[in-house]
Every structure is written in C-alpha cells, then in structure tokens.
C-alpha cells in the first residue's frame, strides 16, 4: 500500500494495537495521533491518505462533528473511514456518521482490521491517480461486475473476472470490445454516461454468451495505464436467478467479519445483490413482556421514508410472532393491514423471524421488491441464511451487553469456562509464536475438594468455589487468564515469562495465599489447599493440548509428593539427554544457517514516554520445532562454550544495526546487550567489544552490556577486571534482574554499574503485593542514593507506570510501551517517532505542546 494511514486514538493501549496491527500487515506510512489537533500538525502538506482508523468513545453528536473536522483536513479528505467504537462509547454502531465506511470493536482489531480495510476500497473510491493495479486488486477480491473503458474510442480497456464469469464471454473477447457491444443503456446514449461518469444508475442489459442479463450499470473516473478511463459497474436484476451468484453473495456475507453487529454491512449487501427495494431489520427482546421493537437498520430505494406506527405493521407483528411470510408475486395481499407495504408498492415480500438456538425470536428480517422475487427457490434460502447471520450476531451482542457469554462464562465463578479458555489459550500461542513470547500454564486442583462437599454440602462447596477464584484473581496481573476448566480444576495461563522462576514465585504466592482459613457459614472454617502442575510454552510443548497435558501430569506428581505444592513437568532422563544432545548440534549451526535473530525492545524516559533506548534480545526459531526458549538454549550453549561465538554474533549485530539506525535518525539510542558468566571470564572479551565497536563505527557510549545480578564475583575470577576495561572503553554497565539475586550494597560498590534493572517479577505485583510494592520503592532510592540511573522491567498495565512514576523511577520497558520488534517493525517505529517529532516541532512554533509518545 503505497497511501498513508492515520491511526487517531486517544488511548495509547488502543492506538498501540492499531499500529502494531497494520505494522504486521505491511501498511506504510503509518500516522499516529491521540485526536484531531494533532493529525491536523502530523499530516500538515503531506499527500492524501489511503485510510482513517478513528476511535469513537463519546455520543453520535460528537462522532459527527469529529467526522467534519476530520474531513477539513486536506489529507483525509477523501480517505475511507474505518471507526473503533471504543468502550464505553455512548452509542450504537447504527448511529455512527454516514461518512463511516465500517466499524468494529477493539477486541476485533487484531484479526479484522486489514479485511475491513480490504472491504472498505471499492473501485469508486480510487483516488484519481490509482494506478491500474489498485481496482486490479478490487478485481480480484470481489464478485462485482466491472469493465474499464477508454471514454474517447468507447471500448473495453479491463474486465472483471465475474464478467467473463458471468456472461460466459471470454477475456479475449471483453478486451477491446465495443462498449455497445457489452453493455446496451436504455432511453441514454452510452457516450453520454461515458461523458457525464456521474454515479448514476443507468438501465441496461448487459451481453450474455445466450441473450443478455438485465440490470442497471453506474460510471465514475478513473486512471488506466495512466491515463484517463471510466470504470463501469453492472448489477444485475437477475442475480436471485443465479445459483452462483447467491452462493457468492452468501460467501461474503459469512465473511463479512466475525465480530458482532455486522447488520449495516450485511443489510447492505442483500438490497444491492439482491436488487430489493426495502430491507429492515429489527430487534425484539423475548424476556421483556410489552418491550417495543426496535429498528436496527431500514434501507430502501427512492425518496420514501416509511415510518407508520408500530401497531399499524402488521405484517411485523405476525414476524415477531414468529410466523414467516413468504409471498414471491402477491405481497399486496398484506396491505390491508400493514400501510408500509401499501406506501412502497411491493409486489414480492419475504418476512422472517430470527430465532435463538431455544427458538425464542429475537427480531424480524423483512425484506420486498417492487417486482417479483423470482425464484424463490434461491432467494428464500439466502434470505433464512442471513437471518440465521443476524440472529447469531444479536444473540452475541446480547450476552455481551448482559455481562455474560452464553456457554462461555461459568456462571459459578464468573471465570471463563473450558470452551472460552480453550479458545483465548489459542489465541495466545498464536500471538506467541509471532512475538517469540514465553508463557507458562497452571493446572491448579483442590485438594479433597469432594471431602468438602461430603461432609458440608454442595452450597458450601460453591462457596468455597467463588472464594478460590477470588484469591487466584488476585494473585495475577490484569494481562493473566484465570478459568474455570471442571470441578475444582482451574486454570492460570501467565504471560509474558522470562524465567522459569517468574512462574515459580506465582505458584508459590498461590499455594500460599490458599492456605489462609476460608470462614463458611455457621461460624465453619475450612483449610483449602491446593496442588499445582506447571508447564512452559514453547519448552515443554508447541500446542495447546499438550501444554495442558503436560500441566495436568505435573499436578499429578504434586498429589503424589503429599498435595499442597507445586511441581513442574518434566520429561524423563533419557528423554531430555536425547533432546538436549539434537538441540546442541542443531545450535552449532544455527547462527551460519540464519535461525537466529534479534529483536529490539524499546526503553522510555518514565516522565516522557520518548524512547531513550532499547534491549537486543536472542530468539532462535528451529526448523522443525519452531521458536525455542531463551530459557532453554542458552543455559545449553553456555555448557557447550557455543555462548562465546554466539554472543560474539549477537553484539557485532545490534552494534550494527544500531549503529545504522543512529546514522539514518541521530537519535542517540542506547543499545543494551546482555553479557553471559561464561563470556564475563573471557580474557580476550575486551578486545572481542574493542574491535565490534572499531568495525561497527558505533559510539561505545551508547552501547550497556547488561551483567545478570546473580553472576559471582568469586566465581567469575576476570569479573571485576573486565567491568572496569569495558566502562575504560566508553562502554556502560547495566545490572540485570536485580532482586532476584544475593546482591549486597558492597556488592554495588564493587561493580562499576551505571544502571540497575529492577526484575519484572516484582513490578508486575504492582497492586497486588505490598512487599514487592517495598522491594521496587527502596530498590529505586538505594540506586539512587549510589547515583546508579534505575530501569524497570516488564511494566505493563497503567497502575505499573502511575506507582513507578511517583517513585522516581528513571526508565521504563515493558508491553505497555511496545513488545519485542523486529529490525524492520523496529525501523517502522523509529519512522513514526522521527514524524511524530516534527509534527511536535511544528506545534510547538504554533504554540501547542505536542509531546512525543512511543506508538
């Protein structure tokens, strides 16, 4: 996509996932900007926009007037304009703008954003200077009936594929032929459409391979090869005649998105390919006794607007009632007692009731054309599959609105149930695999759970219930999954794991907040305890079910070892001999055959939000078992000394690459790469560094080699030495994972450390545990003190940021800010940040403040 995008979005977790979206999709130049004011600065003489992503949070009134003010500035003139109709916005979607091409909520960003946008590109919405292939690829992606006509010689320049399908004419004989000889307008000479390109609908029959198809066909302008052309759309009259084309229409109903409220788009769809004269959806609550229906979408054809009484419509009484009304050619029969048939002249008419899956009706499709239906053979069943599509999309809104998913939220706890989770527990490998992000899964299991109902009863058994998932609630960040799988059995999926031990300190949290007394009533206090399996992804298993499976025996093993703890799974001895022996060959090789790479984690200044830096971390993606673990490969190239070679190729690659990146943006980044304790006793490692930074050009000032507390100054002999050669060097020093270790203040003294690190197993208790809540306060204050500059670890929800915030904390890193990037995701963002900054310059000599903000 060679136009822009500008993504507006006042919260940055939302602006954060439209950019990351788009990013993946390949979409560039991307605009980011937190409301109007600031686009207006960023896009100030830029050419125009291929597409507007705007947040909508407040009421109708003020969508409209966002959408105007939109709409005056020059780039977005004419871009299409996709809305996120965030949460807590005070209106339906029905209500947005007209100027709004389509919408969708934020939880369908990731996996609906690009098609939506795909959608929203039709031929008539080409800028005049698309190139060819621009409505090539509208070609392709519809089933519309499209020629390209050279407006001066009259004849056909392009076809659409469903013209040659259609018509059963080959390409051969589309190209270059006559206009008149494709499409013959009635009572309008075709150079006058040519001419005028209008968008006017225009009677005509359009050449068939045996007759000719009747319908209408609409002109605009657009460019060919170059040059000035006029694309034509046909639509026939006859497309409920076809087979081919209803199963076509179906397709792209069913494919209109996934996500809930897909009525406009879909209403839409039918009246134009069905070539109807009145579609209207409406909405009906079974539960309410008296409850008046309420009209989703009306759409129709001229300049009628059909409003009579609800009691006066009767045909949508007996729909409602939950009788369906089929009447191809006598729809008249019915205007005796509804008015609205009557004002419109339908002579086809189709009423349907939408059913839930216990049958109760949820609203009414009603549907008419002022001819006759045709075959109702194939209308009827394209009319009950949209039904059947809005039925299933009110009955999801439904349950979302009530605060409930049928069949997904345990009614119990409210947790996610077994189908909810299976599917989030998906969602996350999938994300996992495209991030290289490390995850951990919990099986926890009651122990004696049945004693409690056996001896207490059921009741206290469901109390005991809700308490449990209170304390496991609590015992987890806000970006952690806690479900309800069966039973007592539950499940806690934590993201976002660096070590092993991040999961340990979680288990044991959870064994021990369960032991505390748990009151029922008549003054009973029970003792609750726990048994807890854990397993890693990718470490242990690649999928879903084996992770469960793995986590479900080593909650097995923790029942054996006398209950009330946990244990991780592992494989057998000789299981994990033969695995580690093929994981060190393939190592050997890794780095030459291109299976390594690096990804770049952002740092920012804590009162900015700029970026001030960023962390080079190592993934290996095997051939065959796909991403493997830090975790995992590189405690096994430390054992086989394969950490010297690779870390070797690991600094001469970020210096490099930042060093390209300082050449092309002057950003001064700080580049932070971690040193191993087997690297650390090398006695040539400064020279190793000296020559990387003589051969990457690179300032050894912007370069911190991160040292991991738990490292010995007894048992790494060159230590000391080799700290103070690299600070000698320019280079800086950055103390890793602090907390986790035995570090003392002598320690610190010791060690020529610029930064420390605080451990993200603490700042992700922000909130949740007053005792690591201390840790992190007296962990900044202690640096400090020793003038060492403080950055925290894994930050990311907004309470992180307010609590490290008001403690002074120097820099942040976390995915609240920005997850691990590729080089090129990475470039995309530094891009963005250099726009962002000169849009801000551009502000701030305007006399408007524009900070600058890691997309």
């Given at each position: ?663 092309r943006y002057g950003l001064r980044l ?18 190793t560094v000296a020559a990387v930074l ?87 204050e202690m640096a400090h003190r020793l ?69």
């Open positions: 996509m060679s136009a822009g995008v500008l993504i507006v979005a006042a919260q940055r977790d939302l602006r954060r996932a439209l950019f990351d979206t788009l990013d993946r999709a390949g979409h560039a130049p991307i605009h980011t900007a937190r409301g109007l004011s600031h686009a207006a600065i960023l896009l100030d003489g830029r050419a125009p926009l291929g597409l507007v992503v705007m947040a909508f949070d407040g009421d109708a009134d003020d969508a409209r007037q966002r959408c105007e003010q939109l709409r005056r500035i020059p780039a977005c003139a004419d871009a299409p304009l996709l809305a996120v109709l965030a949460d807590g916005a005070g209106m339906r979607p029905s209500q947005l703008p007209e100027d709004v091409s389509d919408w969708l909520y934020p939880a369908q960003v990731e996996h609906e954003l690009v098609a939506r946008w795909q959608r929203a590109r039709p031929p008539s919405a080409l800028p005049a200077g698309a190139a060819s292939d621009d409505y090539r690829f509208a070609f392709e992606q519809d089933d519309s009936e499209w020629l390209v006509v050279d407006p001066l010689a009259a004849r056909v320049l392009e076809a659409s594929p469903a013209v040659a399908r259609n018509s059963r004419l080959g390409m051969e004989m589309l190209r270059g032929a006559l206009l008149h000889d494709v499409l013959g307008f009635e009572g309008v000479a075709a150079e006058q459409v040519l001419e005028q390109a209008d968008h006017a609908w225009y009677p005509c029959q359009r050449r068939a391979q045996h007759g000719a198809d009747t319908g209408q066909a609409s002109a605009r302008r657009v460019r060919h090869g170059g040059r000035e052309a006029v694309a034509l759309l046909f639509r026939s009259d006859r497309a409920d005649l076809r087979a081919e084309a209803a199963l076509a229409l179906l397709s792209r109903i069913y494919a209109a998105g996934g996500g809930l409220d897909m009525q406009k788009l879909v209403a839409r769809l039918l009246l134009d390919e069905l070539n109807l004269d009145y579609l209207a959806l409406w909405s009906a609550r079974p539960e309410e006794r008296g409850g008046a229906p309420t009209l989703l979408a009306q759409l129709w054809r001229g300049d009628e607007q059909p409003a009579p009484a609800l009691a006066q419509q009767g045909a949508l009484r007996l729909v409602l009632g939950g009788r369906s009304l089929l009447h191809a050619d006598d729809a008249q029969r019915l205007a005796a007692s509804d008015p609205l048939l009557a004002e419109l002249k339908l002579a086809g008419f189709v009423g349907l009731p939408l059913f839930d899956e216990r049958r109760a009706v949820l609203g009414a499709l009603l549907a008419g054309r002022r001819a006759p239906l045709g075959d109702m053979g194939i209308i009827e069943p394209v009319l009950r599959c949209a039904a059947a599509r809005f039925a299933h999309s009110l009955e999801l809104r439904r349950t979302r609105e009530q605060g409930r998913a049928e069949g997904l939220i345990d009614a119990l706890t409210g947790l996610p149930n077994r189908l909810l989770f299976n599917d989030r527990l998906d969602t996350i490998i999938r994300e996992a695999r495209r991030t290289g992000e490390c995850f951990a899964v919990l099986f926890v299991d009651l122990d004696n759970f049945k004693g409690i109902n056996d001896s207490h009863g059921h009741a206290a058994g469901d109390q005991v219930l809700r308490a449990v998932t209170q304390r496991l609630v609590g015992s987890v960040r806000a970006s952690d999954t806690v479900a309800r799988y069966a039973g007592d059995e539950f499940i806690v999926v934590l993201r976002h794991i660096v070590k092993t031990d991040d999961a340990l300190r979680v288990a044991e949290k959870i064994v021990q907040v369960m032991e505390a007394p748990l009151a029922i009533g008549g003054g009973t206090q029970l003792q609750v305890t726990a048994s807890i399996g854990i397993s890693f992804y990718p470490d242990d298993a690649p999928d879903a079910d084996t992770l469960l499976k793995h986590a479900d025996e080593a909650m097995y093993a923790a029942k054996h070892l006398g209950r009330n703890n946990f244990q991780i799974y592992e494989v057998s001895p000789e299981q994990a001999r033969q695995h580690d022996v093929a994981l060190k060959s393939r190592l050997r090789t890794a780095a030459r055959n291109g299976e390594l790479k690096l990804v770049y984690q952002p740092q920012v200044d804590a009162a900015s939000e700029d970026i001030v830096g960023m962390e080079a971390l190592l993934r290996w993606e095997h051939p065959e078992l796909g991403p493997i673990s830090p975790a995992t490969f590189i405690p096994l190239a430390e054992e086989t000394g394969l950490i010297v070679s690779i870390g070797e190729w690991v600094l001469r690659t970020a210096c490099a690459q930042a060093q390209d990146w300082e050449r700080r580049l932070g790469v971690n040193l191993s304790a087997v690297q650390l006793m090398e006695a040539d490692l400064l020279d003589r051969e990457t050009g690179l300032d050894p000032g912007l370069l911190e080699l991160e040292v991991t507390e738990s490292i010995s100054i007894k048992a790494v002999p060159n230590l000391l030495e080799n700290l103070h050669g690299l600070h000698r060097l320019g280079c800086r020093i950055a103390i890793d994972d602090f907390g986790t270790g035995a570090a003392s203040l002598d320690y610190l003294r010791k060690l020529p450390a610029d930064r420390i690190k605080i451990d993200q197993s603490f700042v992700r208790n922000i909130g949740l545990d007053p005792d690591d809540e201390a840790i992190v306060r007296a962990t900044i003038n060492r500059g403080v950055v925290a670890e894994g930050v990311e929800i907004e309470s992180h940021l307010a609590f490290l915030r008001a403690n002074q904390c120097d820099e942040l890193q976390g995915y609240l800010f920005c997850r691990p990037l590729t080089q090129i995701s990475f470039e995309n963002l530094l891009a963005e940040r250099q726009r962002l900054l000169a849009g801000a310059a551009a502000g701030l000599s305007a006399g408007e403040a524009s900070p600058i903000q890691v997309a």
